[in-house]
C-alpha cells in the first residue's frame, strides 16, 4: 500500500475557550493569559469540545496505510494533546513562551498558513512521497496553500474559499464524512 499523509484543522478549542472566558466577562489577550500554568491548559485540554469522528478516521487512516498528520494553527498545546489523544502522526502549530511551566502570555514561534503547508510536504518528504499523492482535509482560507500542494483536498464544513480551493466538499459535522473521498490515496499492491 502506499501511504499517504492527512492534515487536519480544528482549532475548535481554543476558539470556544476564548469565547467562554469572554463571556464569563474575563479578559483573553496577553495580560489575562501571562503566566498561565501549563498544567491549567493541560486539564482544559480534557474538557474541550470536539468533532465526531476523529478517533475513527485516524484508525481508519492508519489500518489503510495512510500517514494522518495534523497541521494546524492552533497553540501546540492544543496540537500535542490532539496528536497524544487521537494518535496523529506529527503534529505543527505556533508555540506558547514558557517560564519553567507556565506560559508567559508571549509567542516563542510564530506559525502561519505558508508553515502548514511547509510542514505537511516535509512530513511527505520524510515519508518519501510525492506531494501529489498525498490528501489534505481543512476548514478555512488557513488551507489554501495546501490545498494547492497536494493532489487531493477535501474542504470539511469549510468556509467559501476553501470550498473553491478544494477537490471535493464534504458536509455533515462528523469526520468519518470524509473516508470515502480519502479511500481515493488508498491503492493495492
Avoid at 76 to 102: I, K, M, Q, W
Avoid at 121 to 129: D, I
Amino acid at each position: 500500500m502506499r501511504k499517504a499523509s492527512v492534515s487536519r484543522i480544528r482549532p475548535a478549542a481554543v476558539r470556544h475557550h476564548r469565547g467562554t472566558a469572554a463571556r464569563a466577562g474575563r479578559r483573553t489577550g496577553p495580560a489575562r493569559s501571562a503566566f498561565t500554568p501549563a498544567v491549567g491548559v493541560r486539564r482544559y485540554r480534557r474538557t474541550a469540545p470536539g468533532l465526531s469522528g476523529i478517533t475513527e478516521t485516524v484508525g481508519w487512516c492508519r489500518r489503510n496505510g495512510l500517514v494522518p498528520v495534523l497541521a494546524t494553527l492552533a497553540w501546540s498545546p492544543v496540537g500535542s494533546y490532539l496528536t497524544d489523544r487521537f494518535g496523529f502522526h506529527a503534529f505543527c502549530g505556533p508555540r506558547l513562551e514558557t517560564d519553567g511551566n507556565r506560559f508567559t502570555g508571549r509567542v516563542a514561534r510564530h506559525f502561519d498558513e505558508y508553515d502548514k503547508r511547509d510542514f505537511a510536504l516535509a512530513q511527505a518528504r520524510e515519508l518519501g512521497l510525492a506531494p501529489g499523492s498525498c490528501g489534505a482535509v481543512g476548514d478555512s482560507r488557513s488551507d489554501l496553500p495546501l490545498f494547492a500542494s497536494v493532489g487531493l483536498s477535501v474542504a470539511f464544513d469549510a468556509s467559501a474559499g476553501a470550498r473553491v480551493a478544494a477537490t471535493v466538499t464534504v458536509d455533515g459535522g462528523d469526520l468519518r464524512g470524509v473516508l470515502p473521498t480519502l479511500s481515493r490515496l488508498v491503492t493495492t499492491r
